[in-house]
């Protein structure tokens, strides 16, 4: 049969400064869910590239052997590290995995970073390449090719407009993108990252840069960093390609020292920025002077710990797209044969959503981003509202009825509940 739609459902998970922490009263060492030390020691003695695509898929608590698991139901690369040391002059990259999921490092002994962890968004490329987001982050723009096709907009839920070199959104809202919205929570649960930048229609060959990605650290004792956490977003060419929202870093600990630096910040570009992402950090004891951008305040950790969104929290997922069901762990890959599904010629332009713990009368939207767009298209992602058809908060049924874009083109929702 013949196809014209070939589509990739993407799951919603639904100022620089100087900050001193003050100290707090000494507890006893956390207990870290999962933290088995399976994985062992992570002591590079060089730089290094961490390959995501490595981890065998597993429940996130399953024993690792050095490379992690990937639980698609968290959707997270989990490690269970003895022990964290990152000495001076090593840096610590990530490939990502097929789904680009984000890092979570559970350690059961102490952590040291004299180095650098970067899990930043890649800049702006050239078409048919797409700017890789850092592990949890979204792609950036496919640039535009003569007079061949549009640029796409950035991915992500609130990826940049591709008509102004528009920025990717988080915490915060991206160089001139306020048509969409930002997302997360100051708890950094879930765990995700900053959206792609937006490529322009007025020039040949810029696409937009990657968003930054997701970390979660959690240590029992102390976390020591004189180095840098890095979740930045890309850069994106001079004004002409959007530069890359930013993503998140969470840190657990039961102490934490040092003079290092944490940054989630957008990425840059001639006129403006990408959004700012999240940094949250929850320790019992703090004697640190970290450069924290951007700017937040010391938490107590959870008890017990809570890593994941709880039983009872918001969900939103696709379920079905025209007349294809989606699968439970979609890549958005974009690679040809190796798409999420193929929609035929007279498919219809419906998109089914199931809802958990949704009030019927939130707002529940669905975004579409073509990956590439003709010259007689419309050139912007589309943001779709779903209607309600059954059920009730506990679990519902939405479908959302539009225009489904001819090529390869990514499906991702969100839900906002009323406010109480």
Do not use: C
């Amino acid at each position: 049969m013949q196809h014209r739609q070939r589509f990739e459902p993407w799951r919603l998970l639904a100022l620089a400064a100087l900050l001193s922490l003050p100290s707090a009263t000494t507890l006893a060492d956390l207990a870290i869910p999962g933290a088995d030390g399976s994985d062992g020691a992570f002591a590079p003695t060089e730089s290094i590239e961490v390959d995501l695509s490595l981890a065998p898929t597993a429940a996130w608590d399953s024993p690792g052997s050095g490379n992690g698991v990937y639980d698609p139901d968290k959707w997270a690369v989990v490690f269970k590290y003895s022990a964290v040391d990152i000495p001076e002059g090593v840096t610590v990259t990530f490939k990502n995995h097929p789904s680009r999921a984000p890092v979570v490092w559970l350690v059961n002994g102490d952590a040291s970073i004299a180095g650098i962890v970067d899990l930043n968004g890649h800049d702006w490329v050239s078409p048919p390449d797409m700017a890789e987001p850092g592990p949890g982050g979204f792609r950036g723009a496919i640039g535009s090719v003569g007079w061949v096709h549009y640029p796409s907009g950035g991915f992500g839920i609130g990826g940049g407009n591709s008509d102004g070199a528009y920025g990717g959104n988080h915490a915060t809202v991206g160089h001139s993108n306020e048509a969409w919205p930002t997302y997360g929570t100051e708890r950094v649960l879930p765990l995700i990252g900053g959206s792609g930048g937006g490529g322009h229609n007025q020039y040949a060959g810029y696409g937009g840069a990657g968003g930054g990605g997701a970390l979660v650290l959690a240590v029992p004792g102390t976390l020591a960093i004189d180095g840098q956490v890095t979740a930045n977003g890309g850069g994106g060419y001079g004004g002409l390609s959007g530069p890359g929202g930013g993503g998140a870093i969470r840190l657990i600990a039961d102490a934490v020292t040092g003079a290092g630096a944490l940054r989630a910040m957008g990425g840059s570009h001639q006129y403006g920025v990408g959004g700012a992402g999240r940094i949250r950090i929850e320790a019992t004891n703090a004697d640190a002077s970290w450069n924290i951008n951007p700017v937040t305040t010391l938490r107590t950790p959870d008890d017990p710990i809570m890593l994941w969104p709880p039983e009872g929290a918001p969900s939103v997922r696709v379920v079905s797209v025209g007349e294809v069901v989606v699968p439970a762990d979609p890549r958005a890959s974009f690679d040809v044969g190796h798409e999420d599904g193929a929609i035929g010629l007279d498919a219809p332009e419906q998109i089914v959503l199931e809802t958990t713990n949704v009030d019927p009368a939130a707002t529940v939207q669905v975004r579409i981003t073509p990956q590439i767009v003709p010259l007689e298209e419309t050139y912007q992602p589309s943001l779709i509202d779903a209607e309600f058809q059954s059920g009730n908060r506990d679990l519902a049924t939405w479908i959302a009825t539009g225009h489904l874009p001819e090529g390869h083109f990514a499906v991702q929702a969100h839900a906002v509940n009323p406010a109480p």
